[in-house]
């Protein structure tokens, strides 16, 4: 069973929009929401991430959305630019279990 | 802070040999970590939880006799790939858990493993 659905699993964006990555959860014992990104032949990492109690979370260029009723959470790459080209994960943990979206690659055009 | 090495970054090997992968946290204590193999275009499928000091965890359908972790010192995990096959080809990445305080335990990730066998 997955425990967290992500969608797109691919996207492509031209330079400068705005990608949009959505995962969708069913435990409601998570109470930890990273994002990852990960370029091909390394490792995930942390992008960014929120908790259960704020609805929304800001750093830099990338947005993180939280609709707790819904049990869902996005991803917002604003002003994408061609070096954010990865794949991106999103993953759901409390305490030791820890699960991973399938993933959405992400690719910017120019 | 917070970073977290593997060693060697790509090792290719002979059927049969066994391999040994090094995960190490650089900066801070890691009591519990982790490792995943990943198959090309495909998330990170976890493999066994590392506990300093105590057996690892494995998860369902992973061999314990094939995949040896050993966790010895709060800073280094290691995962030995005992009589590798070309199936065993991946790529494997570890974690180690940041205690940060309150329910929330962050994982930072090393750079990965990736392994070929011939």
């Known amino acids: 069973q997955q425990q967290v659905k992500q969608s797109p699993q691919s996207l492509i964006v031209q330079k400068g929009g705005i990608s949009i990555i959505n995962c969708a959860y069913e435990?409601?014992?998570?109470?930890?929401f990273p994002w990852y990104q990960q370029f091909p032949g390394k490792g995930p990492a942390l992008l960014i991430a929120?908790?259960?109690?704020?609805s929304e979370k800001k750093e830099g260029r990338f947005t993180i959305s939280f609709n707790k009723s819904a049990k869902q959470f996005s991803l917002h790459i604003m002003d994408s630019q061609p070096g954010d080209s990865a794949t991106y994960f999103c993953?759901?943990?409390?305490?030791?279990?820890?699960?991973f979206g399938t993933g959405t690659s992400l690719t910017v055009i120019p | 802070g917070a970073v977290v090495s593997q060693h060697p970054s790509w090792v290719i090997c002979k059927s049969g040999t066994s391999v040994k992968i090094e995960c190490r946290s650089l900066?801070?204590?890691?009591?519990?970590m982790f490792w995943y193999r990943q198959f090309p275009k495909q998330s990170l499928m976890l493999m066994a939880t590392?506990?300093?000091?105590?057996?690892?965890?494995?998860e369902q359908g992973v061999e314990k006799d094939k995949f040896l972790i050993n966790h010895a010192s709060l800073t280094l995990s290691t995962l030995t790939v005992t009589s590798a096959h070309p199936e065993d080809s991946s790529f494997y990445i570890c974690?180690?858990?940041?205690?940060?305080?309150?329910?929330?335990?962050?994982?930072?990730f090393g750079p990965g493993t990736r392994l070929t066998v011939l």
């Open positions: 974690s180690a858990r940041h205690p940060s305080g309150g329910r929330v335990n962050e994982q930072f």
């Open positions: 590392s506990n300093e000091g105590s057996k690892a965890t494995y």
């Open positions: 929120i908790r259960p109690d704020v």
């Open positions: 435990n409601t014992a998570f109470d930890y």
């Open positions: 900066d801070f204590q890691a009591t519990t």
């Open positions: 993953a759901a943990t409390s305490g030791n279990q820890f699960y």
